[in-house]
């Protein structure tokens, strides 16, 4: 058994007092993130990562705490859909429809209990199938070839930017944004600078994390700012937290198909999160039909998304680990945070450093536990959270964003950097268009011309290499159908609308 | 988020004190993140050095990273140009770029080389079920047919990596080298991925990129590219007596300022040998896939002077430069 033997050297690494607290220091600020609006996973992650390196941890305790960031921001994320109908993240928005009408039935202790155990499912299936599931993965990677990998990137973008907005014009247009900044730097195939400027700081291109920071945290400042810094108040009373085992119960098949549906929506790099709560409340939805329920505070209508996002998010680590193809904005920036700590993610990583994936399976085994007990029983803790006013929060993630940051590079240039993505972000919220895509061509762009260039080196340039095996074809077939079947599919999948009281 | 805000401040008042206090001692450039060939090289020896007694103040590792060495390099020859107390982290990469003008028009004679003391031996390898036994029958496949065999390497088009077939190459009488197919992957652990699964049909690296998947059985070392057989690796043949005279190796060593004295010079090279000859050196390199490459002081400058005339004309060769 050779899992078992795996598991056990994980357990062997992550339950040494230093990561099990590195756990748990995780979880909390994962859940708070996930609690705030605005502060979803993937900038709370971004946000968190420079403090891995102010605090100088190698690459598993790095990679410990920032998943149990992750999970614990994906359980978070519910808990200000339910209370204030504002989701506190992007996957938890279908958590709203059915969260806030039960909360204001006077039972929101039993929906963010419900939600919290239906997270755990969600959440404790997916790690077991990437435990099951990943090392399979890894031996697929060396069909993967250049062409298979430049169809596998154009699916990323295809399917994430076809998620990401209603409008697919705009996303093309972010992701192109993101591709261009993707440029600027050496030329690894001829070793030529581009779009420098000739300015040597310029010239490794631009830092991820530079760009994730400004888009996501300084832009929300700007609009701090600008909404002159409207506080947040609860508009739902919480009184005492009991189990509700009857809603539980009647939830379990739902909780279990959820998972599986979000577990799959998150394999495929690019769907996310957000595409596994929206396929499991939907499919639960169909299932129930008419009678159900659904949009008026029905059990399940909230077992189903959580259990199915927090899955999602299992599922994503699969690909994101054994082909270093991330698959969700979240993972993208945990791809980010390994490459940083010189750790390439793909095929190999499960050979050459078991200790740093079996490490975070047993980790997040161990954060999953953590979750649920922060979760159900001291909900109310995380409630007061909420009640802190913005104009002391984002000063604060200001401060944490330029000193992260400043301490990662040691230069101003990056400071000046992430202030101008900053002014980015805000036009583009502005405008309507979605900043995942953004971030995904800086982090990908390279990553597909490479394996275009590389292509076109092995096969003389003959572009029907790109099509030469099965793979790749079947690749392109998805690409082409996750870009074109939004926009047909729109009026049938429009993403719903906010109840309204 | 309070706790945290107080820990970023606590983080960043130390890292302030730590810098203000160790003025005095000397420093060591790595032009590049911690975790890297040169902030190891930095620390390692910058560590031993003190501990062996060759200095008597602990050595400060400042990381400066930026355009691939480059504006360490800048720095180091505008502003440091006689610091006696500054030595910089460098490799086969810092002469290679030098060598390809990649560092905005400097060039290499405007610092000294004073050492290596390790390096990371090149090898070329393919998969284990390939047709090709030996250096010669890859060299003759390619003589025969430029286009049927592409090599993957860990660095980028023109790199040390793509370089180590062509000097090869060069040797073996077949000047057409443009012709010679070469991706420049993400680090050798890719490349040989992409040489298993059969998509090149060679790999370029180092020692310490091949040593798992030799391990494992899944490719066979053609060929190393050193004097001789690398100690642990008796088994893999140097390309020299197969008949193709190239030594390749990534090197780890250091460079001072041009204006330094003769004496500054020496003092550095001495203290360099110091460590090279001390246990704790010889301890590291172990730990970390290194094989034995001492040259210091004069010596070590005519090797890398060497090294740079040769990078040049076969970039030039290749197309890589003008």
Not at chain 1, 231 to 244: E, W
Not at chain 1, 318 to 342: I, R
Not at chain 2, 165 to 187: E, H, N, W
Not at chain 2, 243 to 249: N, P, S, T
Request: glycine letters at 12%; hydrophobic letters at 50%.
């Amino acid at each position: 058994m050779d899992i078992l033997a795996n598991l056990s050297l994980g357990f062997s690494i992550a339950l040494s007092p230093y990561t099990l607290m590195l756990a748990v220091i995780g979880c909390f600020l994962g859940t708070i993130i996930g609690a705030l609006p605005g502060l979803g996973p993937s900038n709370g992650v971004a946000i968190l990562i420079p403090l891995t390196f102010t605090m100088g941890l190698d690459a598993t305790s790095a990679l410990v705490l920032m998943t149990s960031v992750y999970y614990g921001a994906m359980y978070g994320g519910r808990i200000s859909s339910i209370l204030l109908n504002i989701p506190g993240d992007e996957p938890a928005l279908m958590t709203t429809l059915d969260g806030y009408p039960m909360a204001k039935k006077g039972r929101a202790g039993d929906a963010l209990v419900l939600s919290g155990v239906a997270s755990f499912v969600g959440a404790f299936l997916a790690t077991i199938g990437l435990m099951l599931l990943a090392p399979m993965l890894a031996r697929v990677a060396y069909l993967f070839g250049p062409a298979e990998y430049f169809a596998l990137y154009l699916l990323a973008f295809c399917t994430l930017g076809g998620m990401a907005s209603n409008n697919q014009a705009k996303s093309a247009i972010a992701s192109c944004l993101g591709l261009g900044i993707a440029m600027i730097g050496v030329d690894n195939n001829s070793g030529l600078p581009r779009l420098t400027g000739g300015n040597l700081h310029l010239m490794d291109g631009i830092d991820f994390l530079v760009a994730i920071v400004g888009l996501f945290a300084i832009a929300e400042v700007f609009f701090f700012i600008e909404s002159h810094g409207k506080g947040s108040a609860i508009g739902v009373k919480l009184d005492k937290v009991t189990i509700p085992w009857k809603d539980i119960m009647a939830t379990k098949w739902t909780m279990l198909r959820a998972s599986l549906v979000g577990f799959i929506a998150g394999i495929l790099p690019g769907a996310g999160a957000s595409l596994g709560s929206f396929l499991a409340y939907m499919s639960e939805k169909s299932i129930a039909g008419k009678d159900g329920g659904f949009g008026t505070g029905a059990p399940k209508g909230i077992a189903a998304p959580e259990a199915g996002n927090n899955a999602a998010a299992g599922g994503a680590l699969v690909p994101m680990l054994t082909l270093g193809v991330p698959g969700s904005g979240t993972t993208a920036v945990l791809l980010a945070l390994l490459m940083t700590l010189n750790i390439t993610p793909g095929p190999t990583l499960f050979t050459d450093r078991p200790e740093v994936v079996w490490g975070l399976i047993a980790s997040l085994l161990i954060a999953n536990v953590v979750l649920l007990l922060m979760n159900v029983p001291m909900v109310k803790i995380f409630v007061r959270v909420l009640q802190v006013p913005a104009w002391v929060l984002l000063p604060g993630v200001t401060m944490i964003s330029f000193v992260g940051i400043y301490s990662l590079s040691g230069s101003y240039f990056d400071l000046i950097l992430m202030v101008g993505f900053g002014a980015l972000g805000y036009v583009l919220r502005k405008l309507d268009i979605p900043t995942v895509p953004v971030i995904l061509g800086i982090l990908l762009g390279g990553h597909m011309e490479d394996a275009l260039r590389r292509a076109m080196v092995l096969s003389d340039g003959d572009g029907a290499f790109l099509f030469s095996s099965p793979i790749a074809i079947g690749l392109w077939i998805a690409a082409i159908l996750g870009f074109v079947a939004p926009m047909f599919l729109r009026g049938l999948l429009r993403k719903p609308q906010r109840v309204t009281d | 988020m309070k706790t945290l805000t107080m820990k970023a401040f606590v983080t960043s008042a130390v890292l302030a004190l730590g810098t203000g206090g160790a003025a005095t001692a000397a420093e060591c450039i790595a032009p590049a993140n911690p975790g890297g060939g040169w902030d190891f090289t930095c620390r390692q020896i910058g560590k031993i050095m003190f501990d062996i007694g060759a200095v008597d103040k602990p050595i400060q590792v400042t990381n400066m990273a930026g355009a691939g060495g480059g504006l360490a390099y800048n720095h180091v020859v505008n502003e440091r140009g006689d610091d006696a107390d500054l030595i910089v982290a460098a490799s086969s990469a810092t002469s290679t770029r030098l060598a390809q003008n990649a560092y905005a028009g400097m060039t290499a004679d405007k610092v000294r080389f004073v050492g290596a003391i390790g390096a990371d031996p090149g090898v070329i390898v393919v998969a284990a079920n390939s047709p090709f036994k030996s250096l010669g029958d890859l060299v003759d496949a390619i003589k025969a047919d430029p286009g049927s065999v592409a090599f993957a390497g860990g660095s980028a088009v023109g790199g040390f990596d793509h370089l180590k077939p062509l000097m090869i190459l060069q040797r073996a009488g077949f000047t057409d080298i443009t012709k010679v197919k070469y991706i420049g992957v993400d680090g050798g652990a890719d490349a040989i991925t992409q040489t298993v699964g059969g998509f090149t049909q060679a790999m370029t690296g180092d020692m310490s990129e091949i040593v798992g998947f030799l391990k494992a059985g899944e490719i066979r070392a053609l060929a190393v590219l050193t004097d001789e057989r690398v100690p642990g690796f008796e088994q893999i043949p140097t390309a020299k007596e197969q008949g193709f005279d190239v030594v390749a190796v990534n090197w780890r060593g250091l460079y001072v300022p041009k204006g330094v004295s003769d004496d500054t010079f020496n003092m550095w090279a001495d203290r360099l040998q110091k460590v090279a000859d001390s246990d704790e050196w010889k301890a590291a390199m172990a730990a970390n896939g290194l094989a034995p490459f001492t040259k210091v002081g004069g010596d070590f400058q005519s090797y890398v002077d060497g090294l740079v005339a040769e990078v040049n004309q076969l970039s030039k060769d290749i197309g890589v430069i003008q």
